[in-house]
């Protein structure tokens, strides 16, 4: 069984900042893929992000990024310049190599502040 | 192409009532899901289907029951409803690529049960 570990109820930064959300998973398996997921007020579960574990090199989409340290079990979220659209809640995820079951932490209530 | 449909979009009942909560896609994904979110516990899985006729149990499956008659749709049945099933339900629907698997997530159905 997986978990995945949000240790950060909620967080807030000023608009522009860069801000790191953290998350970390327990996994028994050697091939995995993580997920950062992002929840508007609009309550739509919104992709931002994916990692395949046999993958050394982080992933990024433009503004964002992850920190991916396999040993450690450890996956944080990286969001430069952040911007007013970037409040909402973010979720971390995994779910095994060839099995489509995400499993989630509880999430991290982001606020950019203007 | 719609995505992932979800009906109703918010939902009162009384406990003891029994309805369903619809959902469609019209991606032809082979694989469909059922999610629950709850404050402060993340999303957990309650059932999926990995095509239609096949249906499998997910982390809290109590009180829930479903079917897959075709690759579209897969309806959720709460059959006698309790308070603890107040949350908010989402829908996905996945297909696997080249780097691994795609989730789509419905909009979500609000549900209180008093």
């Known amino acids: 069984a997986q978990t995945v570990t949000q240790s950060q109820p909620e967080m807030s930064v000023q608009e522009a900042e860069t801000v790191t959300l953290s998350c970390t998973y327990d996994?028994?398996?050697?091939?995995?893929?993580l997920f950062w997921y992002k929840q508007p007020p609009s309550r739509q579960m919104i992709l931002v992000i994916r990692?395949?574990?046999?993958?050394?090199q982080n992933a990024t989409e433009n503004r964002f990024s992850v920190n991916f340290q396999k040993a450690a079990k450890s996956f944080s979220l990286k969001i430069s310049d952040s911007q007013l659209g970037d409040t909402a809640m973010y979720f971390c995820?995994?779910?095994?190599?060839?099995?489509?079951?995400?499993?989630f932490g509880t999430g991290t209530r982001l606020t950019i502040i203007p | 192409n719609a995505g992932v449909t979800q009906t109703p979009k918010f939902q009162v009942l009384k406990t003891g009532q029994s309805m369903t909560l619809q959902c469609a896609q019209d991606?032809?994904?082979?694989?469909m899901s059922w999610y629950r979110q709850d404050p402060g516990m993340g999303l957990r899985l309650i059932h999926y289907?990995?095509?239609?006729?096949?249906?499998d149990q997910g982390e809290v499956p109590n009180g829930y029951n479903v079917s897959r008659s075709t690759t579209e749709d897969f309806p959720l049945r709460l059959l006698s409803a309790a308070p603890s099933q107040t949350s908010v339900y989402f829908c996905?629907?996945?297909?696997?690529?080249?780097?691994?698997?795609?989730?789509?997530f419905g909009p979500g159905t609000r549900l209180t049960v008093l």
């Open positions: 995820a995994s779910s095994s190599f060839g099995n489509e079951k995400l499993t």
């Open positions: 996994t028994s398996e050697n091939n995995y893929y």
């Open positions: 990692q395949e574990a046999y993958k050394q």
């Open positions: 991606m032809n994904h082979e694989y």
């Open positions: 289907s990995v095509g239609a006729g096949i249906t």
């Open positions: 996905a629907s996945s297909w696997e690529g080249e780097a691994g698997w795609h989730q789509y």
